[in-house]
């Protein structure tokens, strides 16, 4: 992934160390029109340094795909301990998060000698796999027309 | 690369042990109530009923004459506490790692002993319960896997380095520990790119202190090769593809090559598994391969082939000029005593292990001539093969293992003596130990002086004490000089190491 400054949405931080977005510039690969309006939480825990940015993924799941559809890339700033992302107007339905914490900022997973991330990582739900990756199914949050939040807790 | 790809990359490397189907939870665990029943009925299980969650000091009390030149300290690592919360372990390999340290001098001979805070036991103190799977167990509503350290319970060996002592297991990071207090500092990174990479129990250190070892991702079908400064500087770490590496547990290595036999036991990834231990296969039928690597370059140069069988253990190789590698180990037929024997111990059930325990085996590897020959030396059971630390990577003379004859039936069922073989000679010289202690590894050292001497950790299980015997390793024959007793007995360990000083 290139760096993307243009997916990184306005931004103020609080004192609680909470991220709002304040306007959802960043749907751009919305994969179709939202039928109803809805608010979607990502709450990221046990962030544990402030070095580099979060990069953030929303799936939607269901639209004819089992691995989901990227609807939202979202790079936010570290904040300890934790970050939690509002998104606006997304369409109600079954959604999944996945986060990466690109502490050197350099738009990729740093990876040890066979791949395995040694930057830290999580998904929703905190799912964990069984022979392989966690499920979709796993990783997946219902969201009506009250909203969503989908909690993922950083892995070291 | 995209960030998915990554992650998914990094999880199908963490399902390491599988998390597989969840147990109901038991009122009582049948396990622990099976094992207390048992020992009542074998009192000599109590090598594997674990230790309590607590800490361990005492001056050991000792009788004979401790040699005065020997000082220092044993370090030694093994399953240590098998239960937590009223739930016992399947498999004698899950325990939580147990570091021990023996300091002697001065006439005087002191015992610390620790479990490794592990993050898994860290997490699971902290629930009062067991919550990860392990190698053979799986607790009940057991949590998923983010990564293979995730159940590292660093149990198997230690490593002194520099100012810190590493417990090691093998299929993750290494957990270093203060060696005077044992207090466990967290896992280790020697370097950024092999951070979470698997570190064997049992890296080999050359007499100069240049250390090598290796690791296998089983699922990734990667061997791992480390190569550490005689000043404990990573030199080097490469990834290698090896199909069907399997779990290769220890290796050997020579002036010019690192050599390590690959028996065929796999995971198969379409078992419905509960543990990892329940998805391993047995390809009896298939070969075990020799794999010989270069050191040069890392490179695997040769794969030979050997019958099936299994080896937990080499004592040592050797390469004389036209490239013959010799070498020793403690060879069993095939991994029941593994996948079979250490799990029903744990709900102590005694077994009859004499066919698939290991015997003595010597073995000559031609790399120019593209031959793998074995034989057996010695018609007994062996196993915890050492040398002296001197002797690593050339040619040995001496080599200590524990043995059981195989007319010999003590009153447990473990090995029961110590056996020193003189290589050039074929001379065995050997102590029998009492029915009523179970021997553990026995370490051939090098005091100051140059003398050379045995260290020989057991359990009475009779008197429910942990000793430390020294024999003369010239003359074991003879029994110990020395005795040092513990007023309390620990689990079996497994491995160790000395620090002469």
């Given at each position: 992934?290139?760096?993307?400054?243009?997916?990184?949405?306005?931004?103020?931080?609080?004192?609680?160390?909470?991220?709002?977005?304040?306007?959802?510039?960043?749907?751009?690969?919305?994969?179709?029109?939202?039928?109803?309006?809805?608010?979607?939480?990502?709450?990221?825990?046990?962030?544990?340094?402030?070095?580099?940015?979060?990069?953030?993924?929303?799936?939607?799941?269901?639209?004819?795909?089992?691995?989901?559809?990227?609807?939202?890339?979202?790079?936010?700033?570290?904040?300890?301990?934790?970050?939690?992302?509002?998104?606006?107007?997304?369409?109600?339905?079954?959604?999944?998060?996945?986060?990466?914490?690109?502490?050197?900022d350099d738009g990729a997973m740093a990876t040890n000698l066979v791949g395995m991330p040694t930057?830290?990582?999580?998904?929703?739900?905190?799912?964990?796999?069984?022979?392989?990756?966690?499920?979709?199914?796993?990783?997946?949050?219902?969201?009506?027309?009250?909203?969503?939040?989908?909690?993922?807790?950083?892995?070291? | 690369?995209?960030?998915?790809?990554?992650?998914?990359?990094?999880?199908?490397?963490?399902?390491?042990?599988?998390?597989?189907?969840?147990?109901?939870?038991?009122?009582?665990?049948?396990?622990?109530?099976?094992?207390?029943?048992?020992?009542?009925?074998?009192?000599?299980?109590?090598?594997?009923?674990?230790?309590?969650?607590?800490?361990?000091?005492?001056?050991?009390?000792?009788?004979?004459?401790?040699?005065?030149?020997?000082?220092?300290?044993?370090?030694?690592?093994?399953?240590?506490?098998?239960?937590?919360?009223?739930?016992?372990?399947?498999?004698?390999?899950?325990?939580?790692?147990?570091?021990?340290?023996?300091?002697?001098?001065?006439?005087?001979?002191?015992?610390?002993?620790?479990?490794?805070?592990?993050?898994?036991?860290?997490?699971?103190?902290?629930?009062?319960?067991?919550?990860?799977?392990?190698?053979?167990?799986?607790?009940?509503?057991?949590?998923?896997?983010?990564?293979?350290?995730?159940?590292?319970?660093?149990?198997?060996?230690?490593?002194?380095?520099?100012?810190?002592?590493?417990?090691?297991?093998?299929?993750?990071?290494?957990?270093?520990?203060?060696?005077?207090?044992?207090?466990?500092?967290?896992?280790?990174?020697?370097?950024?790119?092999?951070?979470?990479?698997?570190?064997?129990?049992?890296?080999?250190?050359?007499?100069?202190?240049?250390?090598?070892?290796?690791?296998?991702?089983?699922?990734?079908?990667?061997?791992?090769?480390?190569?550490?400064?005689?000043?404990?500087?990573?030199?080097?770490?490469?990834?290698?593809?090896?199909?069907?590496?399997?779990?290769?547990?220890?290796?050997?290595?020579?002036?010019?090559?690192?050599?390590?036999?690959?028996?065929?036991?796999?995971?198969?990834?379409?078992?419905?598994?509960?543990?990892?231990?329940?998805?391993?296969?047995?390809?009896?039928?298939?070969?075990?391969?020799?794999?010989?690597?270069?050191?040069?370059?890392?490179?695997?140069?040769?794969?030979?082939?050997?019958?099936?069988?299994?080896?937990?253990?080499?004592?040592?190789?050797?390469?004389?000029?036209?490239?013959?590698?010799?070498?020793?180990?403690?060879?069993?037929?095939?991994?029941?005593?593994?996948?079979?024997?250490?799990?029903?111990?744990?709900?102590?059930?005694?077994?009859?292990?004499?066919?698939?325990?290991?015997?003595?085996?010597?073995?000559?590897?031609?790399?120019?001539?593209?031959?793998?020959?074995?034989?057996?030396?010695?018609?007994?059971?062996?196993?915890?093969?050492?040398?002296?630390?001197?002797?690593?990577?050339?040619?040995?003379?001496?080599?200590?293992?524990?043995?059981?004859?195989?007319?010999?039936?003590?009153?447990?069922?473990?090995?029961?003596?110590?056996?020193?073989?003189?290589?050039?000679?074929?001379?065995?010289?050997?102590?029998?130990?009492?029915?009523?202690?179970?021997?553990?590894?026995?370490?051939?050292?090098?005091?100051?002086?140059?003398?050379?001497?045995?260290?020989?950790?057991?359990?009475?299980?009779?008197?429910?004490?942990?000793?430390?015997?020294?024999?003369?390793?010239?003359?074991?024959?003879?029994?110990?000089?020395?005795?040092?007793?513990?007023?309390?007995?620990?689990?079996?360990?497994?491995?160790?190491?000395?620090?002469?000083?």
């Amino acid at each position: 992934m290139a760096k993307d400054a243009q997916w990184l949405p306005r931004v103020c931080r609080t004192a609680a160390g909470t991220i709002m977005v304040a306007t959802l510039l960043l749907i751009a690969l919305l994969a179709q029109a939202p039928a109803a309006a809805a608010e979607i939480q990502l709450v990221v825990e046990d962030v544990r340094s402030e070095q580099g940015v979060l990069r953030l993924e929303l799936l939607r799941i269901g639209d004819g795909s089992e691995d989901g559809v990227t609807t939202a890339q979202i790079m936010v700033p570290a904040v300890v301990p934790r970050v939690r992302v509002t998104l606006h107007d997304l369409g109600t339905g079954r959604y999944a998060a996945r986060v990466h914490h690109d502490v050197d900022d350099d738009g990729a997973m740093a990876t040890n000698l066979v791949g395995m991330p040694t930057e830290p990582w999580g998904v929703s739900n905190d799912a964990r796999g069984r022979f392989g990756p966690p499920r979709m199914t796993d990783m997946a949050v219902d969201v009506g027309d009250e909203g969503g939040v989908l909690r993922m807790t950083l892995v070291h | 690369m995209q960030r998915r790809q990554f992650l998914e990359l990094a999880l199908t490397a963490a399902a390491l042990a599988p998390l597989g189907r969840v147990a109901a939870m038991p009122l009582g665990d049948t396990w622990e109530t099976a094992f207390r029943a048992a020992l009542e009925e074998a009192p000599w299980l109590l090598g594997y009923l674990g230790c309590e969650d607590r800490p361990f000091d005492a001056s050991a009390k000792v009788t004979g004459t401790w040699p005065a030149a020997l000082a220092g300290s044993l370090y030694r690592n093994g399953p240590g506490m098998h239960s937590l919360g009223g739930w016992r372990y399947r498999h004698l390999f899950d325990g939580d790692g147990l570091v021990q340290c023996w300091r002697f001098g001065n006439g005087e001979v002191r015992h610390r002993a620790r479990l490794v805070a592990t993050d898994k036991l860290e997490r699971e103190r902290a629930a009062g319960r067991r919550l990860l799977p392990g190698f053979g167990s799986l607790p009940p509503d057991a949590v998923g896997l983010a990564g293979a350290d995730d159940l590292n319970p660093a149990n198997i060996s230690v490593l002194p380095q520099g100012d810190r002592l590493l417990a090691l297991w093998e299929a993750g990071s290494p957990y270093a520990l203060d060696p005077e207090t044992l207090a466990t500092r967290g896992p280790v990174t020697f370097s950024a790119e092999t951070r979470g990479l698997p570190f064997s129990a049992h890296p080999r250190q050359e007499p100069d202190g240049t250390l090598w070892n290796f690791g296998y991702l089983a699922g990734l079908n990667k061997l791992v090769l480390w190569h550490f400064t005689p000043d404990a500087r990573l030199a080097r770490a490469v990834v290698r593809d090896v199909p069907r590496i399997g779990m290769p547990h220890d290796f050997v290595v020579t002036r010019q090559h690192l050599l390590l036999l690959l028996p065929p036991l796999y995971p198969d990834p379409g078992a419905d598994a509960a543990t990892l231990l329940d998805s391993l296969r047995w390809h009896g039928e298939e070969a075990t391969r020799v794999l010989v690597v270069r050191k040069s370059d890392l490179e695997i140069v040769t794969t030979l082939e050997l019958p099936a069988q299994w080896v937990f253990h080499f004592g040592n190789a050797w390469e004389d000029e036209a490239g013959v590698i010799r070498f020793d180990a403690a060879r069993a037929p095939d991994p029941r005593l593994m996948t079979e024997t250490f799990r029903e111990l744990m709900r102590g059930t005694e077994a009859d292990f004499t066919t698939s325990a290991a015997r003595p085996y010597r073995y000559r590897v031609d790399l120019q001539g593209g031959t793998a020959e074995e034989e057996p030396f010695a018609d007994m059971l062996g196993e915890f093969p050492l040398v002296l630390p001197a002797e690593v990577a050339r040619r040995h003379d001496t080599l200590v293992m524990l043995g059981r004859d195989l007319d010999d039936r003590p009153r447990h069922d473990g090995l029961d003596r110590v056996c020193v073989f003189d290589l050039a000679c074929e001379r065995r010289a050997s102590f029998r130990y009492p029915d009523t202690e179970l021997p553990e590894e026995h370490l051939p050292v090098t005091a100051a002086d140059g003398s050379r001497w045995l260290l020989g950790p057991s359990l009475d299980w009779a008197s429910g004490q942990s000793l430390l015997r020294v024999f003369r390793l010239d003359d074991v024959a003879a029994g110990p000089v020395a005795t040092a007793r513990l007023p309390y007995a620990l689990p079996l360990g497994l491995h160790g190491r000395f620090l002469a000083g």
